[in-house]
């Protein structure tokens, strides 16, 4: 699982990314700060460490920004441990907030902890809201506002899986795998032909050009409000 490393201790960052990839995880850093959504977008994290004392803006400016473009889970690092920075960062969508210094076997716990915590709620959940779009798995419909449009299996499944990675990009063998267990003599067409009938649904519900195609990397839904 890739985990997006937003900290400018140059000490901290190695320190981490070493720990994390002892444990599995394969880790990525924001180094251009001007361009976070394009680094989500390439990381396709499953979750970020956020520090709050950044260059530029803090980490509660960041948070924002990730919180616009993804509903990927999020704990903060930081070396400031008042209670109101603490409320804050858990009000402004963070997961859990750690104080500096602290253990790195706590913080592999808490990671493995909320990683399966969230693989059980995608399992489960009868629905799943990005923003304010709604993906019912109950009533098989996509909500956005006032409209509500319903879906086949095929439309369900395909917007399951780019609203569990909103704000990433999702390959084409991935939304082939989701849509039949067995790719080998599925025409890639039958892909396409889905997709548009995806973002016809969008459309219905007022969401025209939620989804961004990128030519050989896959598709994304980008859109939250």
Known sequence: MNILIIEDNDQLRKYLAEYLSAYGFTPHFLDDYENLPVTLAAAAPSLILLDITLPQFDGFYYLR??????????????????????????????????????????LIAKINALLTRERSAGDNAGSLQVGDVTLSKTAMTLSHGASTVDLSKNEYKMLA???????QYVSREDMLEALWDDTTFVDDNT?????????????EVGLDGAIATKRGVGYAFMAYH
């Open 191 to 203: 892909l396409t032909v889905n997709m548009s009938r995806v973002k016809k649904r969008l459309v």
């Open 65 to 106: 920004v990730i919180r616009k473009h993804s509903p990927v889970p999020v704990i903060i690092l930081s070396a400031r441990s008042d209670e109101a920075d603490q409320i804050r960062g858990i009000e402004g969508g963070a997961y859990d907030y750690i104080t500096k210094p602290f253990s790195m076997g706590l």
């Open 161 to 167: 899986l780019l609203l569990a990675r909103a704000g």
